[in-house]
């Protein structure tokens, strides 16, 4: 989910893109945005995800991304697709919220 502040100092919704198959507008955007607005305190930020990983050695994020595999093989698939150059590499800059 993409974010920005608008002038008066609310927030707007930029973008919103889940990995579920209906990817847009779907029942967990929803369930985020109701998670978010009862508990608004309990969102980091993706740039707190971006210092503590560029801080870690390149085996240290080896297995991170190994034991994600082994948690969820479609992580494997993800990372066998990136590996033989079938992903786009360049993502757009995102906020990340934790439920
Ligand atoms: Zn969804």
Known sequence: ME???????????EDTLCSCPVKYRCKHTAALLIAY?????????????????SKQTKNNLIETLLSLGERDLKIFEHLFKIK???????????KYIRF
């Open 3 to 13: 974010f920005k502040n608008s002038d008066n100092g609310t927030i707007l919704i």
């Open 37 to 53: 607005h009862h508990n608004p305190n309990d969102t980091r930020d993706q740039q707190e995800l971006i210092q503590y990983f």
């Open 84 to 94: 033989d150059g079938k992903v786009r590499k360049k993502r757009k800059k995102a």
